[in-house]
């Protein structure tokens, strides 16, 4: 069992940022893959992007650029720092993390096999 605490989330005025952090249980954070999605109200869970085993990362097209997601494995925590705010981005964010081999499928959902509870996002014009 894997539990993730996601924290970090905030009112921000646009064109501000936020780093966001997601904590991890257990000695086993440095097998992990490491995702970010997002969810805005009506809309669908959305990928935002992962870090992998090795720290290389990997971003939707609509949020390279602006999103830097990093990892410290002594901490258990994976972190998603967000500049250049857009109220576009105000989401529910979550965490999730995956232990699987491939990484061809790790924009899916379904490739994560653990969920936190999220962190709001909310950014003014």
């Known amino acids: 069992q894997v539990q993730l605490v996601e924290s970090g989330g905030g009112l921000v005025q646009a064109g501000g940022s936020l780093r966001l952090s997601c904590a991890a249980s257990?000695?086993?954070?440095?097998?992990?893959?490491m995702g970010w999605f997002r969810q805005a109200p009506g809309k669908e869970r959305e990928f935002v992007g992962t870090?992998?085993?090795?720290?290389?990362?990997y971003y939707a097209d609509s949020v390279k650029g602006r999103f830097t997601i990093s990892r410290d494995n002594a901490k258990n925590t994976v972190y998603l720092q967000i500049n250049s705010l857009k109220p576009d981005d105000t989401a529910v964010y979550y965490c999730?993390?995956?232990?699987?081999?491939?990484?061809?499928?790790?924009?899916?959902?379904?490739?994560?096999?653990?969920w936190g509870q999220g962190t709001q996002v909310t950014v003014s014009s």
């Open positions: 999730a993390a995956s232990s699987a081999l491939a990484a061809g499928y790790l924009a899916r959902r379904d490739y994560y096999a653990y």
């Open positions: 870090t992998m085993r090795s720290g290389e990362a």
């Open positions: 257990g000695r086993a954070f440095n097998t992990y893959a």
